[in-house]
């Protein structure tokens, strides 16, 4: 199930105008592999709101973004691990 109210319209949109176009429904229930989505996760492009300053677009592996606090400051940080930069 879909909880989003603006992906549920516009899976909707797409789903109409596919069984339109290729004249072919599409079931209203069917499986999604979870190793799909989980691979999906993996690469789902994500955004980290950091107070009003930043925002940090991550398009890849979340495993390579460590989160931490350091006390001496009072605050949280992100390490971010890369081989090169582009």
């Known amino acids: 199930m879909i909880g989003n109210e603006q992906a549920i319209e516009s899976f909707k949109n797409f789903k109409n105008q596919y069984e339109q176009e290729f004249d072919s429904p599409i079931a209203d229930n069917f499986i ?7 691979k999906q996760a993996r690469v789902y492009k994500s ?4 107070d009003k300053n930043f925002h940090i677009y991550i398009h890849g592996d979340k495993e390579l973004i460590e989160k931490g606090f350091d006390d ?3 605050m949280n940080y992100y390490k971010v ?3 090169e930069e582009g």
Request: proline share 0%; charged share 30%.
């Open 81 to 83: 691990y890369f081989k």
């Open 72 to 74: 001496g400051r009072a």
């Open 32 to 38: 999604i592999s979870e190793n799909a989505v989980k």
């Open 47 to 50: 955004v980290l709101k950091l």
